[in-house]
């Protein structure tokens, strides 16, 4: 079973960084689709960034140029960091993996919440 720990959550002042962790157990993230979501107060959860086979990447919109993924596979743990922190991007921050060819999410992190204000 694979277990998910997403952890480096905070307040962060406008303009500021943060970087989140995920570490796994039960897969390798080498070999697992691993992506970063977000869900703000009263808004759906939606897509941050992900990365795949070969290390490759992509990123929402919103946050491209700011965040970014990346893995180290020697500790199983996926990363996002997160510069130029706006207010807007004020939500809790949840971990994904699933199955490279399936593409699609079938195992979570807890949370970690972030709060961008001064």
């Known amino acids: 079973q694979v277990q998910l720990v997403d952890t480096g959550g905070g307040l962060v002042q406008p303009g500021g960084s943060l970087r989140l962790s995920c570490a796994a157990s039960?897969?390798?993230?080498?070999?697992?689709?691993m992506g970063w979501f977000r869900q703000a107060p009263g808004k759906e959860r939606e897509f941050v960034a992900r990365i795949g086979r070969f290390g490759l990447s992509d990123y929402a919109d919103s946050v491209k140029g700011r965040f970014t993924i990346s893995r180290d596979n020697a500790k199983n743990t996926v990363y996002l960091q997160m510069n130029s922190l706006k207010p807007e991007d004020t939500a809790v921050y949840y971990c994904a993996g699933g199955p490279l060819q399936s593409g699609t999410y079938s195992d979570w992190g807890q949370g970690t919440r972030v709060a961008v204000s001064s």
């Open positions: 039960g897969r390798a993230v080498s070999n697992y689709l």
